[in-house]
């Protein structure tokens, strides 16, 4: 499995201090969750912000858009350098547009639902997709509590990718854990995301380490 740990609850008073382990780290991704306060009911950064952090950080970028309207931005988001751009289904009317400029612009398209959005609303465009991210905890917060239906969900994401022959891979996001971690790990996921078991631990970098051997 890959891990890519959350920026939203890094140290934003010292991002420097923070890009600095982490870049020497055993993450994989860097999880960037940028929010409008429409979409979502927080506001966390900007790309004035995050035009920073992606110079300090040397890690694939994996931007989480949880804003409405996200086609508005993604040249911004690819002029970050992101590897990877998430869109969620709740906020595109065409989304298949939207993951065609996406792949025009040259980065890995991601799609990822809410909790209560059913994985089969997909099975018309995950051909075309690299990631489906799964939330596993309503989005606008870090430190919340894992949903467990969310391991069902992996599972039958997991068959939808064979029935139609997607290669997208199954990223969980929201109140992962070292024990919520293996149970998703058992369920078929492929990258977990962590915020808070990770800058929230007294050692980060050991934290880190241990989710990413789990
Ligand atoms: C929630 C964000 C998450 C958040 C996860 O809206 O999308 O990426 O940072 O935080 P934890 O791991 O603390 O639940
Ligand atoms: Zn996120």
Redesign the pocket.
């Known amino acids: 499995m890959l891990l890519s740990p959350?920026l939203?609850?890094a140290n934003f008073g010292n991002l420097e201090a923070e890009m600095e382990w982490f870049n020497r780290s055993s993450a994989d991704w860097l999880?960037i969750?940028v929010?409008d306060g429409v979409f979502?009911p927080n506001i966390s950064f900007g790309f004035p912000v995050l035009k920073h952090v992606a110079r300090l950080c040397s890690k694939p970028l994996d931007v989480?858009l949880?804003i409405v309207q996200p086609e508005k931005f993604v040249n911004e988001v690819k002029a970050l350098g992101a590897y990877l751009m998430n869109v969620h289904y709740e906020a595109c009317t065409h989304l298949h547009r939207v993951v065609g400029q996406i792949h025009e612009a040259g980065m890995k398209a991601g799609v990822t639902l809410n909790p209560a959005t059913p994985v089969g609303v997909l099975e018309d465009i995950v051909a075309d997709l690299d990631l489906v991210l799964l939330?596993s905890?309503?989005?606008?917060?870090?430190?919340?509590k894992f949903i467990p239906h969310t391991l069902e969900k992996v599972r039958e994401l997991r068959a939808l990718l064979d029935k139609t022959g997607s290669r997208a891979l199954i990223e969980i996001?929201?109140?992962?854990n070292m024990e919520t971690g293996k149970l998703l790990k058992e369920a078929g996921a492929d990258v977990l995301?962590?915020?808070?078991?990770i800058f929230?631990a007294p050692n980060p970098a050991q934290a880190c380490e241990e989710l990413a051997k789990l």
Do not use: K, W, Y
């Open positions: 959350s939203l609850s999880h969750d929010m979502v989480h949880m939330m905890v309503n989005p606008g917060f870090g430190g919340q996001d929201g109140g992962v995301v962590a915020g808070n078991a929230g």
